[in-house]
């Protein structure tokens, strides 16, 4: 079966290769491990909590309906950093395609940590669809807002963690010219620089940044990772190097941050605000292949 689900994950396998698979906890929807032919793609902490007592850490915990930790807004800023939508049990809601096999998960206000829609008690509706390709995954979302009468204000964002061989030897292409929201130095300017590399924390945010700009990550000129988006406008490029990644208990080996570079696609830089009745889609595709997924379908 290229289905199995448990109480607490769902694991899907791609009928015309065994080694090709995804693993998604409830807790969160968060996929936790994706291979190809047997290849693990996504970095996970070893010190992950996997079993519902925090976000995981690794793989691609979902961030909804803010990014970071707000302080302006008087309803979003009551929530914790990144949201309630990582901290949520979501519903599974099944199997909608056998080939490529692909699920959905669903979340509400109804069944959402109560902890945190007490203090964020807005109307929504999240679907989250997981397709697992021969060759791709790709990660799909649909927000709707019920309400009858009042508009939804929110960001999203896949905080995907990608496994690499060497961080010092990687780097990100196809995002120069772009306008970049540095966090550390808490500046904005045009990055000119034809690639990133890394040699310290980096915490950035490019903004506004095409769809046709396939984001790829790549070592000694051999692409590890694409990443193509679809209104996500965003994207987020993270690595905390060896302090940050001392200082979080949930961060193993501490070594680890150089195995892992997150790539996030998001709509961060500004708020969705989408009006009663109204759905919202967004989706990524992660693959190896920055040619062959030019367009998302």
Known sequence: MSVQETETEVILTHPDNK????????????????TLAGQEQLWLSTAAHMDGSKPVRGGIPLVFPVFGKNETDELLSKLPQHGLARNSTWEFLGQTKSNPPTIQFGLNKNIAN??????????FNLILTIELGADFLKTAIEIENPSTSKDLKFNWLFHTYLRIPDIEDTMISNLVGMKVHDKLLQEAFIDKHPVIQFHQETDVVYEKVTEERVVQVV????????????????????????????????FEPKSGFKEMVCIEPGYVT?????????KWNASQILSKDKLKYQAIQ
Do not use: C
């Open 270 to 278: 500004d708020f969705v605000t989408l009006q009663p009745g109204k």
């Open 219 to 250: 070592r000694q000129g051999h692409p590890l990772h694409t990443v193509k988006r679809d209104n996500l406008p965003d994207v987020v490029v993270w690595n905390p190097w060896t302090e940050k990644s001392g200082n979080m208990a949930d």
């Open 114 to 123: 109560p902890e945190m829609t007490k203090l964020w008690s807005e109307e």
């Open 19 to 34: 080694a090709t698979t995804v693993k998604i906890l409830k807790y969160g929807a968060t996929v936790y491990s994706w």
